[in-house]
């Protein structure tokens, strides 16, 4: 099993930035995907964007392509999520998840396709 921790989330104004942390425990990171999705009150949790386990390959939903960059260190067992230009809109709870890449043959971009989940860290984001 691997074990995930988010980190980073906060307050912040429209426009602002942040950068969100996921640290893994357990197993060999580096033969994860990981992805990060968001959940607002009332809402479905949703694709934010996505990394293969190597770093060579990176996915985004429409919403936030241009804002947000993901990005992995495995030798820290950490992936990123940097977010510019902060909407509104983008306030959520933000998870992080894993799947192994020999379970799989492609970056997974829904929930249901991953099956390692952090506990969550808030983001919001005033007008």
């Known amino acids: 099993q691997v074990q995930l921790v988010e980190s980073g989330g906060g307050l912040v104004q429209a426009g602002g930035s942040l950068r969100l942390s996921c640290a893994a425990s357990g197993r060999t990171f580096s033969n994860y995907y990981v992805g990060w999705f968001r959940q607002a009150p009332g809402k479905e949790r949703e694709f934010v964007a996505a990394?293969?386990?190597?770093?060579?390959?990176?996915y985004y939903a429409d919403s936030v392509k241009g804002r947000f960059t993901i990005s992995r260190d495995n030798a820290k067992n950490t992936v990123y999520l940097q977010m510019n230009s902060l909407k509104p809109e983008d306030t959520a709870v933000y998870y992080c998840?894993?799947?192994?890449?020999?379970?799989?043959?492609?970056?997974?971009?829904?929930?249901?396709?991953?099956?390692?989940w952090g506990q969550g860290t808030q983001v919001t984001v005033s007008s």
């Open positions: 998840a894993a799947r192994a890449r020999q379970s799989i043959p492609r970056t997974p971009r829904t929930p249901n396709e991953y099956n390692y």
């Open positions: 990394i293969t386990w190597s770093g060579d390959s990176t």
